[in-house]
Nanobody, 125 residues
Framework: QVQLVESGGGLVQAGGSLRLSCAASEHTFSIYTMGWFRQAPGKERDFVVAINRSGSSLYRGDSVKGRFTISRDNAKNTVYLQMNVLKPEDTAVYYC??????????????????WGQGTQVTVST
């Protein structure tokens, strides 16, 4: 099975930056679409951004576009989320997810097969 491990979360002041990493155990990492989701206390798990097998970024809306950048390094089986100009409303547990086929829309949690444990991101005022 595929195991995903997130890292890089922490506490940062508003306006600061963090880079999250997601390391996958699967050697066929390159065939997966990779996504980042986040969940704040008492709220649903929401889509942040994804990257497909060809390396194209997939967004939904403009809430993070221009601030967050997703990238992947297939040689290292790793996907990254560079977060800049962080805001308090970005505070959440961030999850990495992977899917090998199109089972739902790219921004739906139901479409992903594997999930990491999550990493906490806290943005202070």
């Amino acid at each position: 099975q595929v195991q995903l491990v997130e890292s890089g979360g922490g506490l940062v002041q508003a306006g600061g930056s963090l880079r999250l990493s997601c390391a996958a155990s699967e050697h066929t990492f390159s065939i997966y679409t990779m996504g980042w989701f986040r969940q704040a206390p008492g709220k649903e798990r929401d889509f942040v951004v994804a990257i497909n097998r060809s390396g194209s970024s997939l967004y939904r809306g403009d809430s993070v576009k221009g601030r967050f950048t997703i990238s992947r390094d297939n040689a290292k089986n790793t996907v990254y989320l560079q977060m800049n100009v962080l805001k308090p409303e970005d505070t959440a547990v961030y999850y990495c997810a992977a899917r090998s086929s199109s089972r739902d829309t790219y921004y739906s949690t139901a479409g992903y097969d594997y999930w990491g444990q999550g990493t906490q991101v806290t943005v202070s005022t």
